[in-house]
């Protein structure tokens, strides 16, 4: 009984160099020959641009500060909601407030640095980067939550840090897709 590898006794090109498998085309001499074994390449390795990450990073981090500013402004001055500061501070709080646009800009390096460490590593790193970010926006946004604060702070809180939270991943995500290139 023959083994599955060589069929009817004979060998695998039938008498042909293994290499060459299918010989020449008759028709048009000039063309290289059909079938012939080429080692296939390695697959392509992932290039990743530093500098696109990072000045990516730099500027998610400033449109973070700003968006933890504004979110402040809108929830303290325009809601009336008393958020990161006591009422008599004004629409715009105290040092606080600078404390937590400062924070949002280092979320945003802090998150800079995460991405560029995934694009060196991770296969598909931008799904990895989408739910970490998530699961932390998810965390920032529960965190209200768990203190004794009157609930229309909590919510109002809350909405500060999603929107932080929001602009860092939709800002950073597509970062990714423009400095990983394949070689």
Known sequence: MET???PYGQDPGY???PRQLYGPDPAHPSYPAYGTYVDSPPPPQPRVDARKIWSGGLMTALVAALTAVAGVLLVRGVLGVAVFAPERDGAMGDASTGLLAGGAAVAALVATLLLHLLCLGTPQPR???????TLATLVMVLLPFTTSVPLV?????????????LTIGMLLTPVARGAVRCR
Request: proline residues 4%; aromatic residues 16%.
């Open 4 to 6: 599955p590898h060589t």
């Open 15 to 17: 008498g042909q160099d």
């Open 127 to 133: 799904r990895f980067f989408a739910w970490i970010v």
């Open 153 to 165: 702070t909590k919510v109002g809180t809350a909405a500060v840090y999603l929107a932080v939270g």
